[in-house]
């Protein structure tokens, strides 16, 4: 299973899966990051947290331990 922390800067990948539960998952997709959305990867910050994507043609930090919960193909 590929996440979306494993995404290299630079790159653009399409969300496969949203996984976690109730809360957790309401708030990732509050953010907009949506079954088959395309998410490109700005930068990481130099200790790996947060991660700086842009979706839906805004940019938003999203912490690594989320980012584990977003499935992705690329």
């Known amino acids: 299973m590929r996440t979306l922390r494993d995404v290299a800067i630079g790159s653009t ?18 953010m907009g990051i949506t079954k088959g959305v395309e ?3 700005r ?3 130099p200790l790996g947290d947060p991660i ?3 979706v ?3 940019e938003l930090s999203i912490r ?4 584990e919960l977003i499935e992705v193909q690329e």
Do not use: F, P, Q, S
């Open 13 to 30: 990948c399409k969300v496969k899966r949203i996984h976690g539960e109730g809360a957790l998952k309401r708030r990732i997709m509050d």
């Open 64 to 67: 690594k331990g989320d980012a």
């Open 52 to 54: 700086e994507v842009t």
């Open 39 to 41: 998410i490109y990867v």
């Open 56 to 58: 839906r043609d805004y």
């Open 43 to 45: 930068k990481v910050a």
